[in-house]
């Protein structure tokens, strides 16, 4: 169990009728196991299909001889790369415009990459037979450090791309270069820091899969797939496959977390769709935890260097930094076109510099395609970490307090909207309130005192801050779009003769509650109780179109797309309210469900009595047609930019360097909450995988390319006996530009707590004069830390 504190700071004054701490409406389905999972779905005549991968990094295919396989009993079909290609789908575009390997064809490109698939009667029969397929591999050397990818003599992974000759991804940079380099060379202090973001992985409590169903006298596929996208992945089905659009339905049942790792399109969703197609049955893959981790999308895998320039009494003048990006054998990242390298963009952070410079290299290695945004909008995760680890490097340089090194050098209110040195417009925030209630919250001064005794007696403790400033809710047309899909969300609002309404929207739940909390948006909007209200997400023929749900954008678009779609139908019922109360529309007021006369309280109709009439009998005034409904597809103006203040407190045993978290207090403002439970959910999941990254987590490779992080016996993911009991709390800064004032949250604590973990971590080993040390921060490394040979990145 977890315990929370929760501390009301300007809490939302108004007590609505659709946001507060109600109760999700999924979980009655979840805690009677009654969730339907892509594994669960079973249709009649189903095979089962299962893939083949390489047991080699790198290697060219020579020959594959599939006869045994298929002469084994119970196999229906035994598909090669060889045979995709001559249907011209050996190859399909990632959603970074980059190509992927359905099949190898050529060579293989990382372990665990897919060779070919067996489509069988059952699971057992099918995984057998991969067994009796034999592939001929001419092994070549691996790249496997992005050190290495870089030199002249390496091997070129990406030849199957024309004229390819090194294994450069994409290059990139940010911000004035010149003026960067003018302030650092007059600055009193410069301090430089080279860090590592570990490759690490989403690893969702459900793996990936699908079923897939082509109905060949309909002309129609039904897929249903573990997707945070659905409608996205049809119109690439529809680009890749040939199936016209309107016959393709994709359909994401609940999908046991996404954490990011559902967002690529991966070969087995592909491969189910072929084995159908071939076969004329339904098809299911689904992979197990061993596939998940070795070759599906991974997060991070950033080489980092960071600078920091500021006068001698802690004003911070410029931030600069050089990044090489390890995105492994294919770019699988899904970011908005315009942006290879996510919203590293903001690694500034939350202070007011003059200013900064990113250059940035990204290359393919010979591992699983990398880059996916885990609990990350776009690398958001990547940028903070850096910025708030040399900021207290910074601290520790001029002998500042951390906490008082970032008071003086916070954006001020009123300088808000803020233009950051790289472009960035932060809406809106008032971060010393809610660093001060971080503070109030920890005890700071007290914590310092009791750090102080402790070291006194050698003991080691540390308290490390994080704060931090999100860029969440891609985004504007203008700016943002995926493969040429741009990233507005629709929605649409029904409500019904007896006043019950259905929602339909375009993003997806992994399990943060949008049944729940779409429902109190509209609740607070139109008056009719969240009970009273079906949230639809998750099928393509069901819903309107949209980008899906990632980079916590959910709240900010679709949440936005809410708002308004339900005022929309607010607008038709005030005018039919002025047909059933024979005044004029500029007579009625709205008071939460129902319109009243001003000045006679006594007249007034109810939203449900207006649906009544809206479908009924009755004549409605002028214009307008029966019905109470409306759509509407919403592009935000700007992203939201949530923030919040993480303090923690660690204790290191000095005889077996073991970290104990012992304290972590989140003080989190995402503008106007709608569900604070939730909320405080989502902030608990995303505490504990940073505690998860900064203390064990780390996808690692030896030099042949075999995967180490396979399974969860070695990539190591925390448990409740990791993590302490939670103290959160919250300051509220509304988005100006966004209809309910809302800001996302769901990644806010997995982007916050790695840096202040650390920074604790750090913090505790001054007496050893530890400046930094990498992730993860395992007994080893925080040993090797107190014995002066930190690892070097
Ligand atoms: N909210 C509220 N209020 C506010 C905000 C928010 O209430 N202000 C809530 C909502 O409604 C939801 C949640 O909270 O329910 C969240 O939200 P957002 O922030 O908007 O987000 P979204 O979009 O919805 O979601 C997404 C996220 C992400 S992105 C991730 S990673 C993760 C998170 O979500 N994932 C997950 N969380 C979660 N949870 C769970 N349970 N599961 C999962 O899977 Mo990425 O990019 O994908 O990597």
Same mark, same amino acid.
């Given at each position: ?7 009301? %700071? ?507 909390? %779409? ?25 309107? %179109? ?248």
């Amino acid at each position: 169990t977890v315990h929370e504190r929760v501390d009301t %700071f300007h809490d939302n004054d108004q007590k609505p009728v659709g946001y507060g701490r109600m109760l999700r409406k999924e979980d009655p389905r979840f805690v009677r196991g009654r969730g339907r999972f892509v594994d669960d779905v079973r249709l009649p005549g189903m095979l089962h299909l299962a893939i083949l991968r390489s047991p080699v990094a790198h290697a060219r295919i020579l020959s594959i001889d599939t006869s045994a396989a298929e002469a084994s009993p119970g196999v229906k079909a035994v598909v090669t790369g060889a045979m995709l290609a001559e249907q011209g789908l050996a190859w399909m575009p990632t959603l970074s415009n980059d190509v992927q390997a359905v099949l190898a064809t050529d060579k293989v490109r990382f372990q665990g990459q897919e060779v070919a698939f067996v489509v069988a009667e059952d699971g057992y029969a099918a995984r057998d037979a991969l067994e009796l397929i034999d592939v001929e591999y001419d092994v070549l050397d691996p790249v496997v450090d992005a050190r290495r990818a870089l030199e002249p003599d390496a091997p070129v992974i990406r030849d199957d791309l024309e004229g390819k000759t090194d294994n450069h991804c994409f290059d990139w940079e940010t911000g004035d270069e010149a003026a960067t380099a003018a302030v650092f060379a007059r600055a009193d202090v410069v301090v430089s820091q080279d860090l590592v973001y570990p490759r690490v992985h989403p690893a969702p409590m459900e793996t990936c899969g699908a079923v897939a169903d082509f109905d060949a006298v309909e002309g129609k596929l039904r897929l249903w797939s573990t997707t945070q996208a659905p409608h996205a992945h049809r119109t690439l089905y529809a680009l890749v496959a040939g199936i016209p659009e309107h016959k393709i339905q994709v359909i994401s049942p609940d999908i046991g977390g996404g954490f990011g790792n559902k967002v690529p399109i991966y070969p087995g969703y592909v491969c189910a769709i072929v084995a159908s197609i071939v076969t004329g049955k339904p098809v299911k893959w689904m992979e197990d935890r061993f596939e998940n981790l070795i070759s599906t999308g991974f997060a991070r895998d950033y080489i980092m260097r960071g600078e920091i320039a500021a006068t001698r009494d802690g004003q911070i003048l410029a931030i600069r930094t050089n990044v090489l990006a390890d995105h492994g054998a294919f770019n699988g990242t899904a970011a908005p076109v315009k942006y290879p390298a996510g919203f590293f963009g903001v690694f500034t952070g939350s202070y007011d510099i003059e200013a900064a410079y990113c250059k940035m290299t990204a290359v393919f290695t010979n591992k699983a395609p990398g880059g996916v945004a885990y609990a990350c909008s776009f690398r958001i995760t990547e940028a903070v970490y850096l910025v708030e680890r040399i900021v207290d490097c910074l601290a520790d340089e001029l002998g500042m307090d951390p906490a008082e090194l970032r008071l003086k050098n916070f954006i001020r209110p009123e300088q808000f909207p803020y233009t950051t040195k790289t472009g960035w417009v932060y809406d809106s925030g008032d971060y010393e309130p809610t660093m001060r209630l971080a503070m109030e919250m920890a005890g700071y001064a007290d914590l310092r005192r009791e750090q102080q005794e402790k070291r006194a007696r050698g003991e080691l403790m540390g308290i490390g801050i994080a704060f931090f400033t999100e860029a969440v809710g891609a985004g504007p047309r203008k700016d943002m779009d995926i493969l040429g899909l741009g990233m507005a969300d629709g929605c649409e609002l029904r409500v019904h003769p007896t006043g019950k309404a259905v929602v339909r929207l375009s993003v997806q739940s992994q399990g943060q509650g949008h049944e729940t909390t %779409f429902a109190q948006i509209i609740a607070e909007e139109i008056g009719i109780p969240p009970d009273d209200i079906d949230v639809l997400h998750g099928d393509t023929d069901n819903t309107p %179109f949209g980008l899906g749900t990632y980079g916590s954008r959910s709240t900010p678009v679709s949440g936005a797309a809410a708002a308004l779609v339900a005022r929309k139908v607010r607008d038709k019922a005030r005018i039919i309210a002025s047909g059933m109360l024979e005044v004029s529309v500029a007579d009625l007021e709205w008071d939460k469900g129902s319109f009243r006369v001003k000045g006679d309280p006594g007249k007034s109709v109810t939203i449900q009595d207006i649906a009544m009439r809206a479908h009924g009998a009755g004549d409605l005034p002028e214009g307008i047609e029966g019905g109470l409904e409306a759509q509407i597809c919403y592009n935000p103006s700007n992203l939201t930019y949530p923030h919040g203040a993480y303090i923690c407190v660690v204790d290191i045993d000095p005889g077996t360097a073991q970290v104990k978290v012992r304290r972590f207090i989140a003080v989190d403002d995402c503008g106007t909450r709608i569900n604070p439970m939730i909320i405080e959910g989502q902030v608990h999941g995303g505490l504990a995988d940073g505690v998860g990254m900064a203390l064990m987590e780390m996808i690692a490779f030896d030099e042949d390319g075999n995967c180490l992080g396979a399974s969860l016996m070695d990539y190591l993911l925390p448990t409740a006996l990791e993590v302490p009991d939670w103290e959160t709390g919250f300051t509220v800064t509304p988005s100006p530009h966004h209809p309910i004032g809302a800001k996302g949250v769901g990644e806010s604590a997995t982007v916050g707590s790695p840096p202040a973990i650390v920074n604790a971590i750090v913090d505790a080993l001054e007496p050893f004069g530890v400046r930094h040390a990498d992730m993860p921060l395992t007994p080893s490394r925080v040993w090797d830390a107190m014995r002066g040979n930190a690892r070097p990145p």
